[in-house]
């Protein structure tokens, strides 16, 4: 009979402390993290993204931007919020892309045909106060 009582208070008591984690609050809810949050403020962080990673800015006053679009970045991924950037002033025409995660820019890179040959791109005066006054 002592036997079956103390079997049964361990049991008891197992019980209890397993309720515990479920009860008192200590388990967190997940955080749901979405990488493709619409990056609202794109220009403004691009500015300051090329600010920090250019030691030479050279003249961005021709500088053209796309607005924010949702694609893949190579073939068969996720889609992510890309813009892309166009030089044409240099001495070779150049295509540039930042990608967003989580509506931050992550990336500054070469953009292929398939990223943004079909962007419509407007003026970007905000990048043009980054060139050197001469």
């Not at 691009?46 to 006053?61: D, G, S, Y």
């Not at 890179?109 to 006054?133: I, N």
Request: aromatic share 8%; net charge neutral.
């Amino acid at each position: 009979m002592n036997g079956l009582r103390t079997a049964a208070v361990m049991l008891t008591t197992a019980l209890a402390l397993a309720g515990c984690g479920s009860f008192g609050g200590s388990k967190r809810p997940e955080v749901v993290v979405n990488p493709n949050v619409y990056p609202a403020n794109y220009r403004g962080q691009i500015v300051t993204l090329l600010n920090a990673q250019l030691t030479n800015p050279i003249e961005f006053r021709t500088a053209l931007i796309s607005q924010p679009l949702l694609k893949p970045v190579t073939d068969g991924t996720e889609p992510h919020y890309i813009v892309c950037l166009q030089f044409p002033n240099r001495t070779e025409h150049q295509i540039k892309l930042v990608l967003f995660l989580e509506a931050a820019p992550t990336q500054y890179v070469d953009a292929t045909p398939q990223q943004c040959g079909d962007a419509a791109y407007g003026p970007f005066p905000e990048l043009a106060k980054m060139s050197p006054v001469k």
